[in-house]
């Protein structure tokens, strides 16, 4: 698993945690955005990605199929009570 952090312009916007798969060809990622397996990524990703980025204890996240923009074509989780505003983190995953 690969993490990066970007700082993003929007204003007052919460941490959004966007998870993108490695093997995943460009057709495969748009035809499978509106089908993630988000409780698994809630249960398995979520957690380390809190732990190595020393997020705040309690932080929370929600997901969102319009976390990216106003249309479904980037979901991802919005983070609350991180101390982290105004970052986007991509999370790539490598194998199964």
């Not at 499978?32 to 979520?46: A, V």
């Not at 997020?55 to 991802?76: D, F, H, I, M, V």
């Amino acid at each position: 698993m690969e993490i990066k952090r970007e700082r993003h312009k929007l204003r007052h916007s919460n941490t959004r945690v966007f998870i993108h798969h490695s093997e995943e060809t460009l057709a495969e990622n748009l035809m499978n955005r509106g089908d993630r397996p988000q409780e698994l990524y809630r249960k398995h990703i979520l957690p380390k990605v809190i732990q190595e980025l020393n997020l705040r204890e309690g932080t929370k996240a929600k997901w969102s199929q319009y976390a990216g923009c106003s249309c479904p074509c980037s979901p991802g989780f919005i983070l609350s009570d991180d101390g982290l505003y105004k970052t986007h983190i991509h999370v790539t995953l490598k194998g199964d």
